[in-house]
T-cell receptor, first 118, second 113 residues
Framework: GDSVTQMEGPVTLSEEAFLTINCTYT??????LFWYVQYPGEGLQLLLK?????DKGSNKGFEATYRKETTSFHLEKGSVQVSDSAVYFC?????????????????FGQGTILTVHP | DGGITQSPKYLFRKEGQNVTLSCEQN?????MYWYRQDPGQGLRLIYY???????QKGDIAEGYSVSREKKESFPLTVTSAQKNPTAFYLC????????????FGEGSRLTVL
């Protein structure tokens, strides 16, 4: 089945450092890819997405490029802030048909805890 | 403001008791989902529903039950058959089943004493 693997954390950085969180996936088809962020005590929020190969998703200074040849979707930010401290989840969306009805669901990676110090 | 409301935020249960977690959305979304979050394991899909009066099992449905009698509501019951129910439960919705873009509630933390 489909799966998502994220780099192990936690990741600890100083403010203004460069961030990379690696994400690789396994999928049989052509999934859409997502990064979600979870701030302490909250649910998840969509950070960015890419729906086809070579697409770049970007939001709030974060970027990720859908690389089909390496099955990767690494998250990057040039200069992190203390407010970026959170858990980051990579995810893929598969779609298909069951019982005559289309369906879609997200498969998540295990999450990477990011802590940014002043 | 539109969004997803989960309640209660914290819940304690004795072993052998069933408990129901509430999830309500006013986004007019068709699809709704329940995920379980455990430390270091990411999110795992319990059940999902694409339309009223219909739902499908996810990857870890054993010991859980759901209903979808109204578009806005998708309650989850954690039954006594769930062997390890202590976890953080997240409800989500999406405009349709194929978008992959989910909107999440703030979660409910269940602790079994």
């Amino acid at each position: 089945g489909d799966s998502v693997t994220q780099m192990e954390g936690p990741v600890t950085l100083s403010e203004e450092a460069f961030l990379t969180i690696n994400c690789t996936y396994t999928a049989t088809g052509y999934p859409s890819l997502f990064w979600y962020v979870q701030y302490p005590g909250e649910g998840l929020q969509l950070l960015l997405k890419a729906t086809k190969a070579d697409d770049k998703g970007s939001n709030k200074g974060f970027e990720a490029t859908y690389r089909k040849e390496t099955t990767s979707f690494h998250l990057e930010k040039g200069s992190v802030q203390v407010s970026d401290s959170a858990v980051y989840f990579c995810a893929l969306s598969e779609s298909g048909y069951a019982g005559g009805t289309s369906y879609g669901k997200l498969t998540f990676g295990q999450g990477t805890i990011l802590t940014v110090h002043p | 403001d539109g969004g997803i409301t989960q309640s209660p935020k914290y819940l304690f249960r004795k072993e052998g008791q069933n408990v129901t977690l509430s999830c309500e959305q006013n986004l007019n979304h068709d699809a709704m989902y329940w995920y379980r979050q455990d430390p270091g394991q990411g999110l795992r899909l319990i059940y999902y529903s694409q339309i009223v009066n219909d739902f499908q099992k996810g990857d870890i449905a054993e010991g859980y039950s759901v209903s979808r009698e109204k578009k806005e509501s998708f309650p989850l019951t954690v039954t006594s058959a769930q062997k390890n129910p202590t976890a953080f439960y997240l409800c989500a919705s999406s405009r349709g089943p194929d978008t992959g873009e989910l909107f999440f509630g703030e979660g409910s933390r269940l602790t079994v004493l």
